[in-house]
């Protein structure tokens, strides 16, 4: 089990933003998170990576590790093994594409003397989102879908477990959100969990997976029965 939550209750800050969460994400599955602007989506996924704390729940596990028992010291190892993506995408805008994914690797402890190996994954992540040809730009020069894509590249530079997307289209034309959320499906099909946030809600149809939906305080499964419930109006 990648994340498993049993009757977990998450604040931020003193307030309550969902109560008794139960949510599970296993190897190889694409789930989407919907809801509101403020439902609590976005801070769901920012417990998995101890952004925000859990303190109260039955059981709080995210890739093995218990997380309402977790040293500060213990974090980065954890994230390491995820893939974490935002809607804003932060690359590092002084630098190449190129120089973005080494940064990422040296930081998680590839070696400098691993030049050749280094290059080849940052070659192979290019290649996976069709943007081998952009190594030496600089973020400025690429288009929002582009940088989105290099930062779907950089998340799985150190092949992980987990893809924990936050909103990754919101910032993009419907055409190109399809592409991104096409890719982000492909690279689940191999393996790889994917949690997308969004409230997107036409891609749920093309590219179908577990739907969870966060309103009320609640987090609630609804893949079944999406298409016919009163939020798949357009949300704002």
Known sequence: ?????????????????????????????????????????????????LEVDINEGEKAEVLGREIMKMRRRDIPALRKEMGIIFQDFKLLHDRTVHKNLRFVLRATGWKKKQGKEIEERIDEVLKAVGMEDKKKKMPHELSGGEQQRIAIARAILNKPKVILADEPTGNLDPETAEHIVGLLKDISMKGTAVVITTHNINMIDKYPGIVYQCKDEKITEVTKDYQKMEFYEEEV
Do not use: A, P, R
Not at 6 to 11: A, E, G, R
Not at 18 to 42: A, C, M, P, T, W
């Open 1 to 49: 089990m990648i994340i498993d939550y049993k009757n977990v209750n998450i604040y931020q800050e003193e307030d309550l933003v969902l109560s008794d969460v139960n949510f599970h994400v296993d190897d190889g599955e694409f789930i989407y998170i919907i809801g509101k602007v403020g439902s609590g989506k976005s801070t769901l996924l920012k417990t998995t990576y």
